[in-house]
């Protein structure tokens, strides 16, 4: 594999004291052993790999999975657990500036719909993943930031839409209480333990005849005869057709064409003890909505329903144990800032790990160009519950040939390259300098 990170980013260290590997016992999934064919390979034991291996097998295909390493180990098993609006980094306007009305609007649909894909899937196969929070709350962490909300709230109603906006004043009793100065609620998406849910997937696309493979990392991908053999430490799997759902773990080989297309950058998210009630009150903050800030560099948080509070951030840039400590004291000190009435409550897990994003700052989900047979689903931009999920539905649509019956728009089945190649992550620290001075 040719990975943009040193081997530090995809070892145990950032993973090491993450919060879900208490709350749910990995399922045993054998190890890629020998030879074996697949009408579809997919690469990537994630929500993307997952949906696509279950939807496919409920349609009769043969499918087997090949995750690098223990089910639930990448981004898909340690993340916030925020199945919301979002996959782009592009506000509605660019979106239609860059893509066009009817492509923008296309994936504003998707993103609903999305969210409506995880719900059903839990309600349809009995999935418990102690789901809690009505759509989701952004917080204003600045006067500017608070007057946009206001007049964004204003749109929304304008147009039909439900949403609430609370003023500075009003967030304490509203129970939002923290370094903030307004909020705005929409009532799409819910919060949930990631892992509860992406264990259930597997449990159903296993249940529907996918073989789920773990500790079985794809080293090459080879076109053979029409088809591809997809070759492991141990073995080589023969398939028609192969997926790749590698996300932010992905490899500048695997295939080739992904070479420069996409860039790691990490997130990190800690988990608080239980609070008392008396702990919340003084805060003031006691709502069970998912929440996050309206910085460039955002935090994210929500109590969950054992009154433990997860709190998590994006900035990462190195990968190291000296920049893995650096990165969790920084967020430690941003969460008290924000949270001053908790400065003494102990954080029990923290973590961290990789998000992904394009160049067009929209998700990839297609056909992999001049390969027949060949397709891909990456770059959720730090939302991959939702969109990671629904890109798995499309790609099981397109691999089966058929026009994908969700919405599907033209906006996503591009992938331009970054400057610079594999040195492309010298264009994070002047990135994250320019949106630290506008936050």
């Known amino acids: 594999m040719r990975r943009i990170y040193p081997d530090y980013a ?58 690098a390493g223990t089910p639930g180990w990448g981004a898909s098993g340690r993340n916030g657990g925020f199945c919301c609006l979002g996959g782009s980094k592009l506000s509605g306007a660019a979106m239609r500036r860059i893509f066009g009305a009817e492509a923008a609007e296309t994936y504003e649909a998707s993103e609903s719909a999305a969210i409506q894909l995880v719900r059903g899937l839990l309600d349809r196969h009995g999935i418990d993943a102690d789901t809690h929070s009505h759509g989701e709350t952004q917080m204003a962490h600045s006067p500017k930031a608070a007057r946009r909300l206001e007049a964004q709230a204003d749109q929304l109603q304008k147009a039909g839409e439900a949403a609430q906006f609370v003023s500075g004043d009003q967030l304490a009793d509203h129970g939002l209480n923290g370094g903030f100065h307004a909020a705005l609620t929409t009532p799409e998406g819910f919060a949930l333990n990631p892992r509860k849910y ?71 998210v800690m988990v608080t003890r239980p609070l008392s009630d008396a702990e919340l009150s003084a805060q003031g903050w006691y709502s069970d909505q998912m929440a996050y800030d309206t910085r460039n560099l955002l935090h994210y948080f929500r109590l969950m329903p054992d009154r433990r509070f997860l709190f998590g951030m994006r900035g990462g840039l190195r990968a190291s144990p000296r920049a893995e400590a650096a990165i969790r004291r920084k967020l430690r000190q941003d969460f008290e800032a924000m949270f ?36 891909a689903g990456l770059c959720y931009h730090g939302n991959g519950v939702a969109m990671g999920s629904y890109s798995g539905r499309l790609l099981s649509d397109l691999v089966l040939g058929r026009q994908p019956e969700l919405p599907y728009s033209t906006a996503v089945q591009k992938m331009p390259r970054f400057p610079f190649g594999r040195a492309r992550r010298i264009l994070m620290p002047p990135a994250y300098a320019a949106l630290g001075l506008m936050d």
């Open 198 to 268: 992406l264990f259930g997937l597997a449990a159903a696309a296993r249940k529907a005849g996918a073989a789920l493979y773990q500790r079985s990392p794809a080293r090459n991908v080879r076109p053979v005869n029409g088809g591809f053999e997809v070759e492991t430490d141990t073995g080589v799997l023969r398939a028609s057709q192969v997926i790749i759902a590698t996300n932010g773990y992905s490899s500048e080989d695997l295939p080739g064409w992904l070479a420069g297309r996409y860039m790691p950058a990490q997130s990190t």
């Open 10 to 67: 995809y070892g145990p260290g950032p993973r090491s004291n993450c919060w879900w590997d208490e709350t749910i016992a990995a399922p045993d999934w054998p190890r890629f052993d020998g030879g074996a064919s697949a009408d579809v390979a997919i690469i990537g034991g994630g929500f993307t790999g997952l949906s696509a291996a279950l939807h496919l097998a409920e349609s009769g295909v043969q499918v087997a999975v090949l995750e």
């Open 340 to 375: 001053p009435a908790w400065r003494d409550v102990a954080a029990t897990h923290c973590w961290s790990g990789m998000v992904c994003l394009s160049r067009n700052l929209v998700p990839f989900i297609g056909a992999v160009p001049d390969q027949p047979g060949l397709f």
